[in-house]
């Protein structure tokens, strides 16, 4: 009698512990699928964030889009190539004559603006090529973040792979505009240098380059902001999943032991 007894206590036991094992290991799923679909809970970028995001980059972009857009389009047109000039005197004529180019000075609020005329056709066509690749690796960096913003999602499968594939397309790119601005301002110099020049006999010369925009500095720094802080909250997200995985299966561990 006591026999029995004994085993039907260690019966119950194990049956107890088992059921608890496995209502465990159900909570943990329930609460990983919970927080999976639950709306809020992704840590993720959802559309009011990307829209906002996409409106900076475009209020970002407006600026050297229209300085170098009209640019591109009076050089196409042949009204001339403006170039900023920093260093300029501004009791300077308006119209300045350097051999077969002429500079129509141009009073601005601190910096002084001038259209060359009289450029040749090969100098307005390659000029006119490294201003047109600016603008399309500026618009390609653009949806290249914006992509970049869209695939930090740490509830998809293949997140972090998706994200260093879209992060590597956006560095390169960012490259790339680096490495232009840096070509268009070589040109603005290496033209200056060869045409803004009267003589030994005049000391007159002037050093141009090619306006890009006004830069925002602020505007650059919140959208770096929002950045980063989606990428913590990913991180942080990932933190919790790997904490709930790693639970469950100190659970299954223990059940696995168990029927062993």
């Known amino acids: 009698m006591a026999a029995s007894t004994e085993a039907s206590s260690d019966s119950n036991t194990d049956s107890c512990t ?128 914006v992509r970049f913003i869209a695939a930090i999602r740490p509830g998809r499968p293949g997140f972090v792979d998706q994200l260093f594939t879209r992060g590597g397309h956006l560095f390169w790119l960012l490259l790339g505009q680096v490495l232009s601005s840096w070509a268009l301002l070589m040109i603005g110099t290496t033209f200056s240098s060869q045409h803004f020049t009267r003589g030994a006999s005049d000391t007159l010369t002037l050093d141009g380059t090619i306006p890009t925009g006004i830069d925002l500095p602020i505007l650059k720094g919140t959208i770096i902001l929002i950045l980063a802080t989606h990428l913590l909250l990913a991180l942080h997200r990932l933190y919790q999943r790997t904490s709930a995985l790693a639970a469950e299966n100190t659970v299954l561990r223990e059940e696995t032991e168990g029927l062993v």
């Not at 051999?99 to 002084?112: L, N």
């Open 18 to 145: 088992s059921d608890g094992g496995e209502a465990a290991v159900d909570h943990l799923l329930h609460d990983d699928a919970a927080d999976d679909i639950a709306p809020g809970q992704d840590a993720g970028v959802g559309p009011g964030s990307l829209a906002f995001t996409s409106f900076l980059l475009s209020l970002l972009c407006l600026s050297p889009f229209y300085m170098l857009g009209s640019n591109l389009w009076d050089l196409i047109n042949g009204r001339g190539l403006l170039l900023e000039f920093t260093d300029s005197d501004p009791a300077l004529d308006q119209r300045l004559s350097f051999g077969r180019t002429t500079v129509e000075m141009i009073t601005g609020y601190s910096v002084s603006y001038g259209t060359v005329h009289g450029l040749s056709g090969s100098a307005r066509f390659f000029i006119g090529l490294f201003i047109a690749i600016h603008l399309v690796l500026i618009a390609a960096c653009a949806v290249a973040f």
